[in-house]
Structure formats: C-alpha cells, structure tokens
C-alpha cells in the first residue's frame, strides 16, 4: 500500500479546496483501468458526481502522471496501473446476492489481512456511516471460520450459507476482514466501502 499512500498524499497536497475522498479518486481510478479508456459523461454516470469535479480530479490525476489525455478520454499510465493493481492485490469489492443486510443496497468487500487491524468492528460501522452508507457488517475469516471480531462467533449461526457463497466467488484467507456495506443507492454503499477499506489498509 506504499504507492497508494505516497499518491493520496501528493493528491491531497495539490488538491486546494477540490472536496472529494480517498474513496472517489480510486474509484476514477479503477473504472479507467477496468475500460482502458474514459471520458468524463462516462465517470459522471457511473459516479454521480458532477462533471466540473470529475474534470477537477482528472486534472489533478494528469499532473500526478498517473492518468493521461487521449483523443478519444482518458487512460491510466504505467504508475498508475501500479497504484490500481496494489490496491486490487489487498482489495476485492463485489455484488453478492446474500441474507445480510445492512441498507437497501449493499455491496461485499474483501479486504486482505487486516484482521488484526480490527477490533470490535465498530469503527469500521460507523467510517461507513461517515462516509455516506446506511451501516455495515464486519466479520473476520479466521481459523477456516467466519466470526464477529467482537465476540469470536461464528458467523453461520446467524447467516448460514453466507460463507458458502462467499467461498464460490473467491479464496479466502487467515486474517481476511469481510466488509458488508448498506445504502440507500449502490453508489453510496460502493463509496463508504471503498473509503473504510482503504483507510484499513492504511492503519498502521
């Protein structure tokens, strides 16, 4: 996570009265390196952020060397690749048809071996109300089990079947933290999510 919080830091050095979070400048980020090539009205749609931000941040992001302009949007450079696939390496977000849950939408996060780095869960619920979510679960995959980090309880007492299909989607390992967020819409569940975990993977 060294690049990503050298970059955050040198955004945040230049980025002037521009308001947005950690969580918006990845997710620019990651859609440009998932498409390969962006424009602004394609950002503004799937982020429902106005335009003027949008272009605020991609100027930024230019003056980083981490994004470039092309005739035909915007792609990711090489360093910028590399912020992406650090944090893809720690960081794993999907949409997980499960009983959990805490908002009207809700959205799964896999956040790699931070286990340790929580201890109740509790500060973790409410960074995610922070930020914008209507609330959150947070489990820990320990010991081949499931469990609260409060309690030590296995999780399928309440869920069952949640890790089963957890398990189908991907490999989980020792010290896993399991973010499940709510909102009122995908895109406020998607950003709470996305900026609890990075600063999880930043606590040190």
């Given at each position: 996570?060294?690049?990503?919080?050298?970059?955050?830091?040198?955004?945040?050095?230049?980025?002037?009265?521009?308001?947005?979070?950690?969580?918006?400048?990845?997710?620019?980020?990651?859609?440009?390196?998932?498409?390969?090539?962006?424009?602004?009205?394609?950002?503004?749609?799937?982020?429902?952020?106005?335009?003027?931000?949008?272009?605020?941040?991609?100027?930024?992001?230019?003056?980083?060397?981490?994004?470039?302009?092309?005739?035909?949007?915007?792609?990711?450079?090489?360093?910028?690749?590399?912020?992406?696939?650090?944090?893809?390496?720690?960081?794993?977000?999907?949409?997980?048809?499960?009983?959990?849950?805490?908002?009207?939408?809700?959205?799964?996060?896999?956040i790699r071996g931070?286990?340790?780095?929580?201890?109740?869960?509790?500060?973790?619920?409410?960074?995610?109300?922070?930020?914008?979510?209507?609330?959150?679960?947070?489990?820990?995959?320990?010991?081949?089990?499931?469990?609260?980090?409060?309690?030590?309880?296995?999780?399928?007492?309440?869920?069952?079947?949640?890790?089963?299909?957890?398990?189908?989607?991907?490999?989980?390992?020792?010290?896993?933290?399991?973010?499940?967020?709510?909102?009122?819409?995908?895109?406020?569940?998607?950003?709470?999510g996305v900026n609890?975990?990075?600063?999880?993977?930043?606590?040190?």
């Amino acid at each position: 996570m060294d690049s990503w919080r050298r970059f955050i830091q040198r955004f945040r050095e230049i980025s002037g009265r521009l308001i947005c979070t950690g969580g918006h400048v990845y997710l620019i980020l990651l859609l440009t390196y998932e498409k390969g090539l962006t424009g602004r009205y394609y950002l503004k749609n799937k982020l429902g952020m106005g335009e003027a931000t949008i272009r605020n941040i991609l100027d930024r992001l230019k003056k980083l060397g981490v994004i470039e302009a092309l005739r035909g949007g915007h792609r990711l450079t090489n360093s910028g690749r590399e912020i992406v696939e650090d944090i893809q390496n720690r960081l794993a977000i999907m949409d997980l048809d499960t009983e959990i849950k805490p908002g009207r939408y809700t959205v799964v996060f896999i956040i790699r071996g931070v286990g340790d780095k929580v201890k109740s869960g509790v500060e973790e619920r409410d960074n995610v109300i922070k930020y914008g979510g209507t609330g959150a679960v947070v489990l820990i995959y320990r010991g081949g089990r499931i469990i609260f980090p409060d309690s030590g309880l296995d999780a399928e007492k309440w869920y069952p079947g949640f890790k089963k299909k957890l398990l189908e989607k991907m490999e989980l390992q020792d010290g896993d933290v399991i973010l499940i967020t709510g909102g009122e819409n995908r895109f406020d569940a998607l950003l709470s999510g996305v900026n609890t975990s990075l600063d999880l993977l930043m606590k040190r």
